[in-house]
């Protein structure tokens, strides 16, 4: 009897260390890595709380999926080629009352996106422009967007280098594809002709279809010195004002505010206080 007990347990160690091999496998060529990391866990727990064969499943599949769309989301933010990771929660708006707190955690939402609308970030240097285009480019990437960061500089420099080496249309056909392109630094330098008409075909190819998201140390009026073609200048004004979410983020810049304040504290800690006699 004890020598039938002793193969029955083993049988059935070897059973269970076998299954664990076979779901481990499985695994690996259905490409679940969560299943198979966490699988013996949420087992032992379905064991204990005595759950059905369906509930284990749905636990097995819920806990996949979830860490699946995180990768993903992951995945979407780290293609978007940020510079840097800054969020809209990070956003200090008590330091900047030029923007509008609600409409920018509306625009998070990404609602804007999906109808293909703009957005136009105005304001001297130092105001949270590149901030809150990149804060709102990640939110869009976790919403599950595609998106594309990049400075205007950049981006020209991109095209003129595929127009040299023919293959200008597919350049253009890749920014036309992402759901939002985030456009940085957009009136810093002036552009040629040849740069601006370039920038303008991949404004034309997005019209209406998908969202640019643009930040201008320049008001408009003052985008004849970076394009230099007045009616070129109207044309990109036009395409990227029309149904346009527009901020202006003022003149004050945070940056320099926050030094001064730091420095100003500093200088009071290091005032020697003078002790009444």
């Not at 769309?69 to 933010?77: D, G, K, N």
């Not at 293609?79 to 990070?90: H, L, N, V, W």
């Not at 370039?198 to 985008?223: D, G, H, M, P, Y």
Request: glycine letters at 6%; hydrophobic letters at 40%; proline letters at 3%.
């Amino acid at each position: 009897m004890t020598t039938t007990r002793t193969r029955t347990a083993s049988r059935d160690q070897l059973t269970e260390t076998a299954a664990d091999a076979a779901i481990e496998q499985a695994c690996r060529i259905l490409r679940l890595p969560t299943i198979r990391g966490r699988f013996a866990d949420i087992a032992a727990s379905a064991t204990r709380q005595q759950a059905s064969y369906k509930s284990f499943l749905v636990e097995l599949l819920a806990v996949e999926c979830e860490d699946r769309e995180a990768r993903r989301r992951e995945r979407l933010v780290r293609q978007a080629g940020f510079p840097r990771t800054k969020r809209i929660e990070d956003f200090n708006f008590d330091a900047n009352p030029n923007v509008p707190a609600a409409l920018i955690h509306t625009l998070a939402k990404g609602a804007w996106i999906t109808a293909g609308q703009p957005l136009c970030l105005i304001g001297d240097s130092g105001t949270g422009k590149s901030h809150l285009l990149i804060g709102l480019g990640i939110a869009a990437a976790e919403h599950g967007h595609r998106v594309r960061y990049t400075t205007a500089a950049a981006l020209v420099n991109e095209l003129v280098e595929a127009a040299d080496d023919r293959h200008l249309s597919k350049t253009i056909a890749r920014y036309g594809r992402v759901d939002l392109l985030c456009l940085d630094e957009l009136g810093y330098l002036e552009l040629d002709r040849r740069g601006a008409e370039l920038l303008f075909q991949v404004f034309t190819e997005r019209e209406e279809k998908a969202s640019i998201a643009i930040a201008s140390n320049a008001a408009f009026s003052e985008w004849a010195r970076t394009f230099t073609d007045p009616r070129l200048c109207a044309a990109i004004v036009d395409r990227l004002t029309f149904d346009a979410h527009i901020i202006e983020t003022g003149s004050e810049s945070y940056r320099l505010k926050t030094t001064r304040q730091k420095q100003q504290k500093a200088a009071t800690a290091s005032t020697p206080r003078h002790r009444p006699q």
